[in-house]
């Protein structure tokens, strides 16, 4: 009903509407009567001084300096084995792709027997690889530093060497429960 009464409203207006644009010296037309009724305050453009520039040099600087803080603090790139080398590359792909057989021939022999002895397992080998991710940071600072490398290559060893320890032990529990259930007569 308000439409209605809108729209007419409109229609009825229709012809008293001002739709053009003001002429280019609108403006100057206008401040001059407001002179003429003297009752305007002429206004003056502001002064540009140096003090603004510097202001603006000085506030550009520390956000610069605030940002390459920051990265310092936080590298974005991140090194890793594969990066230093082709023959690192190699490394890190052969002992990621065994620790992975690993994971999954634990998955597939993993039993209620075992459940125990697989999560302290996975419990260290996620304290590994904190210790990985640290020894990463330790490469970007360091600048690819030997003994960094080594040591990232040993943290691959140890992860898999103690897969392999998990999956023999495991492996014992369950012949051993394999044959202790053979002795026994249905």
């Known amino acids: 009903m308000k439409n209605n009464e809108i729209e007419r409203l409109f229609e009825h207006m229709q012809d008293k509407l001002d739709i053009y644009e003001p002429s280019v010296n609108h403006q100057d037309r206008f401040l001059e009567k407001l002179q003429q009724q003297n009752k305007v305050v002429t206004l003056h453009p502001k002064k540009n001084t140096w003090y603004r520039q510097i202001a603006i040099a000085a506030s550009i600087a520390i956000l610069l300096g605030v940002v390459s803080f920051t990265y310092l603090i936080n590298p974005t790139e991140e090194v890793d084995l594969a990066n230093i080398s082709p023959q690192m590359e190699e490394t890190q792909s052969f002992f990621a792709s065994a620790i992975q057989v690993q994971l ?38 360091s600048g690819n530093d ?3 490398i080594s040591a990232m290559i040993k943290n691959f060893q140890k992860r898999a060497n103690l897969l392999e320890e998990v999956l023999q032990k495991m492996n014992t529990i369950n012949n051993f429960k394999l044959h202790k259930n053979e002795n026994h007569i249905l």
């Open 146 to 148: 030997k003994r960094v």
């Open 104 to 141: 999954e021939e634990i998955n597939k022999v993993s039993s209620p027997e075992t459940d125990v002895l697989v999560a302290d397992a996975m419990n260290q080998l996620e304290k590994l690889e904190a210790d990985y991710i640290a020894l990463k940071k330790d490469l970007f600072h």
